[in-house]
């Protein structure tokens, strides 16, 4: 059986990440990052709906070691790809990525201080992997399919129903008529990308987003590059926009009523005084509860001052042969029905079964330590990024840490490290794994991910201040991370 020193599972963003800190700080290391599909790049070479962007700053989205040098700040898919591919190339990562080998199921043995991994490869074959250290970067939502509800009548409609993550390469949508249910990231990116060239788009939503206009290009990033190298101006611009999500993050926390004016206050400027903002772009909870949506360059609220995107609010009764009867009695008339309806979160990391010495891990039976490992779960982590930030932010803070804590054991000679509760832990109150936010997609599963307490470091903190801190300079041998031997 093969073994390594540290297995990554994931060639996206997180795992592409995590080779170049584990090369940078643990040299001696050996390591193989596993990715299940036949290339590189995990949501960004697995969407390829039209428009496909990110919704979040290249400046903080990109990684911390490598600048983020093109104009456009809010990056298309195919531009964050390549910027991963050049990311592999330069730092010499490729060597290490095994593609077409999907990690199925993770058994540790404390006898033997290690995880063997069952993998499958792209023809079938089944093999065992073995390491010391496992990392998690396989994402948070499952690559098998998006979620969509139970509607009722489905199979009546005679026209093409697809969802953003299966996106069919010869879907024609050139004067069709197109009706997108949803109203969150993918359905704000999909709707005016597709109505240039459908007859009419409409986004139907059961409830409001908060959607902000932004340009796709900074200014002030674009400007450092011209008066500093560019590692110092990217630097700069990272500073400044982490800053600047925290800074709006706390003030939605803390006065929520002024940053809701705000928001609402730009989209009646953009949508003039006759639409009805308050039906279709005003949520029944504060910003920021759910993530606020990216409407880049205002090119939803054009296409609706030009009629070619409508946006209903309403409740679907049932789909029927020509589209979908709404609960109020209206028929929305479609050729083509997109269900922008969500992710499937993975409750177990990577959807593996894990194993411990036997025993099968129950994640919703575990306490989060700092948001990247489990109690009891040894030598395991995993990367989980922001939902008030840029997942990249944090999945380099998460990386760091690893690398820290495998660097100390080292020192200790040790080759487990494990998350224990002390005895003052044992009557935690307990709180959700992601607090204080009320969107769909996490709530469906929140009881059956791990638990989070109320003191350090059994927390989460959806905090880069605090993470920094944390991830940076905490202790690591902290009285709560046991490090043994077999």
């Not at 330069?90 to 593609?99: A, D, M, N, T």
């Not at 390491?131 to 998006?146: K, T, V």
């Not at 009320?438 to 927390?459: C, F, K, N």
């Not at 989460?460 to 991830?471: L, S």
Request: charged share 25%; with cysteine.
């Amino acid at each position: 059986m093969e073994h390594f020193d540290v297995v990554v599972v994931g060639g996206g963003l997180s795992g592409i990440g995590a080779a170049y800190h584990l090369q940078d700080k643990c040299p001696d290391r050996t390591f193989v990052i596993l990715e299940g599909r036949e290339s590189i790049g995990g949501t960004w070479d697995l969407f390829r709906y039209p428009g496909i962007r990110s919704d979040s700053d290249m400046h903080t989205l990109g990684f911390e070691f490598k600048p983020w040098r093109a104009e456009k700040s809010i990056a298309d898919g195919p531009a964050i790809l390549n910027y991963l591919n050049e990311t592999c190339d330069e730092y010499g990562i490729r060597k290490h990525i095994r593609l077409g080998h999907r990690v199925v199921g993770a058994s540790w043995s404390t006898e033997r201080a290690a995880w063997e991994l069952d993998v499958v490869r792209s023809g079938g074959e089944r093999e065992k992997i073995s390491c010391n250290y496992l990392y998690m970067c396989a994402g948070y939502y499952s690559y098998e399919a998006g979620y969509v509800p139970d509607f009722e009548g489905v199979d009546a409609f005679k026209g093409t129903i697809i969802h953003p993550q299966k996106w069919p390469e010869d879907l024609d949508y050139v004067g069709k008529k197109v009706v997108v249910i949803g109203s969150g990231a993918t359905a704000i990116t999909l709707v005016p990308a597709m109505s240039t060239t459908a007859s009419h788009v409409t986004m139907l939503q059961r409830t409001p987003t908060y959607v902000v206009a932004r340009p796709d290009t900074d200014k002030f990033a674009n400007f450092m590059r011209k008066v500093l190298p560019p590692r110092a101006a990217y630097a700069v611009t990272r500073k400044k926009n982490t800053v600047m999500q925290q800074f709006v993050y706390g003030k939605t926390r803390t006065a929520p009523h002024v940053v809701k004016k705000k928001i609402l206050d730009a989209v009646r400027a953009e949508l003039g005084p006759d639409y009805d903002v308050e039906k279709h772009f005003t949520p029944p909870y504060n910003p920021w509860d759910q993530r606020l949506c990216l409407v880049t360059n205002g090119d939803l609220f054009k296409g609706i001052r030009q009629g070619r995107i409508d946006v209903v609010t309403d409740t679907i009764k049932a789909f029927d042969s020509t589209g979908i009867l709404l609960d109020s009695g209206d028929h929305l008339d479609a050729d083509i029905i997109v269900m922008a309806t969500g992710l499937q979160l993975l409750v177990a990391p990577g959807n593996l079964t894990f194993t411990v010495d036997g025993k099968e891990v129950d994640f919703s039976k575990t306490w989060t330590y700092k948001g990247f490992a489990y109690s009891d779960v040894p030598n395991m982590s995993s990367t989980f990024g922001y939902i008030n930030a840029s997942w990249t932010l944090r999945a380099d803070l998460t990386s760091t840490y690893v690398c820290r804590l495998l660097n100390e054991m080292r020192k200790k000679n040790a080759k487990i490290c494990t998350p224990k509760l002390r005895v003052e832990d044992s009557q935690m109150p307990e709180r959700p794994w992601i607090d204080q936010f009320s969107a769909g997609y996490m709530q469906r599963v929140m009881h059956l991910m791990p638990r989070q307490g109320d003191r350090e470091p059994w927390i989460n903190p959806q905090n880069y201040k605090r993470d920094r801190e944390m991830f940076r300079y905490g202790e690591v041998d902290d009285g709560v991370m046991q490090f043994t031997n077999a």
